[in-house]
Every structure is written in structure tokens, then in C-alpha cells.
T-cell receptor, first 112, second 112 residues
């Protein structure tokens, strides 16, 4: 059974810092991995999707990497801003499956 | 484009009552999903649909029924609500060829 873990559960950093969020998964037979952002009381917004054959994806100040063999992904946020404060979720989709398996999320706070 | 919308935003039910949650998408997506989000459990897939007239069970289907009579709508029904169904419910959709799932804003349900 696929399990997805995100550490730390919460992170607080000062504005302007570069930071890394971690995601690990137990079954390397994944089809893709997706990073989402969730603001309090809101839905999920897709940030980046990495195919199993890819090593990384970039969008603006965000960079996501994937190491399938070790079961790890990282989300790098450069020059953090208070507006980046949210919960970040990673989710994996297994080959041949429909469902996404989500981690518990990392609650990120950027302090001005 | 409104994307994925959900009705209602919030509802309080008494144990044993029934209700239907409505999800609508205007992106002409084939796939639609219902998830529930609970503290400490993350998001879990309840039911999904791969096209109009089709439905399938997800990870936690018990106590729920779904219908997809129109391509743009996916309904989630609770026939006899239980306190264990207190949760935040999210609908998502994706296209046949796309891999990104797009989420609605959620419905907060409280069962007393």
C-alpha cells in the first residue's frame, strides 16, 4: 500500500529565505507526483506535476524534483514571500490507478 | 471559466438525514472525483467517474452513492448521514489526456 509522508508538518521562516519541503513515498511504481497548495478554508491549487520519467519541473520561484528510486520529492521555494504561506500537499498516482494518494501536508508560514 | 464549483459550501445535518452534494465543471473534463479531507487522514478518494453514466468506488466508498447523469455534473449522496461523515468534501476533475486534477473549493459538512 502506497504511503506518502511529508516532513516537517509545519515550518516557519522569515521572508526572503529559500526553503525546501520534503515528500517521501513507499512504492516507487508511480505514474506521476503532484504538488498542491491549499489556503485555509479553500480548495487545492495544483502547482507542479512531475511525470515518473522526469527529474524536475520548474514554475517561477518553484522547483520540484523527483527521485523515484529513493522514493523522494522536494519542493524548493526561492525568495519566499508572506503570500507563500499555505499548506503544501504532495500526492502520487500509481501506474494504472485513478486515485491520488496524498501526504498530510506541510503548513508553511512566511514571517514578514 | 468557473472551473470546478461545489454546492453547498456548508451544511449541518442531523444523524440519519440525507443530502446530495453537487459538483459542476465547465472544462469538458471526462474524469471527476470526490474526496474527503479529515485531520490526520489527509485526502481520501470516495468515488470517481471516467465519463458520463459511469462511476466507480474509491478508497472509502461506504455510506456514499454517486451519479453522473451529465458530463459536467457529479453528485455525491449520503442516504443516512452519520457523525463519522463529518468532513470537508472536495470534488476534482481532469481531462482524458491531462494529468493535473483541478479541485473545487470544498463543502464543509457537519453531522450532529
Amino acid at each position: 500500500k502506497q504511503e506518502v509522508t511529508q516532513i516537517p508538518a509545519a515550518l516557519s521562516v522569515p521572508e526572503g529565505e529559500n526553503l525546501v519541503l520534503n515528500c517521501s513515498f513507499t512504492d516507487s511504481a508511480i505514474y506521476n507526483l503532484q504538488w498542491f497548495r491549499q489556503d485555509p478554508g479553500k480548495g487545492l491549487t495544483s502547482l507542479l506535476l512531475i511525470q515518473s520519467s522526469q527529474r524536475e519541473q520548474t514554475s517561477g520561484r518553484l522547483n520540484a524534483s523527483l527521485d523515484k528510486s529513493s522514493g523522494r520529492s522536494t519542493l524548493y521555494i526561492a525568495a519566499s514571500q508572506p503570500g507563500d504561506s499555505a499548506t503544501y500537499l504532495c500526492a502520487v498516482r500509481r501506474q494504472g490507478a485513478q486515485k491520488l494518494v496524498f501526504g498530510q501536508g506541510t503548513r508553511l508560514t512566511i514571517n514578514p | 471559466n468557473a472551473g470546478v464549483t461545489q454546492t453547498p459550501k456548508f451544511r449541518v445535518l442531523k444523524t440519519g438525514q440525507s443530502m446530495t452534494l453537487l459538483c459542476a465543471q465547465d472544462m469538458n473534463h471526462e474524469y471527476m472525483y470526490w474526496y474527503r479531507q479529515d485531520p490526520g487522514m489527509g485526502l481520501r478518494l470516495i468515488h470517481y467517474s471516467v465519463g458520463e453514466g459511469t462511476t466507480a468506488k474509491g478508497e472509502v466508498p461506504d455510506g456514499y452513492n454517486v451519479s453522473r447523469l451529465k458530463k459536467q455534473n457529479f453528485l455525491l449522496g449520503l442516504e443516512s448521514a452519520a457523525p463519522s461523515q463529518t468532513s470537508v468534501y472536495f470534488c476534482a476533475s481532469r481531462s482524458w489526456t491531462g494529468q493535473t486534477q483541478y479541485f473545487g473549493p470544498g463543502t464543509r459538512l457537519l453531522v450532529l
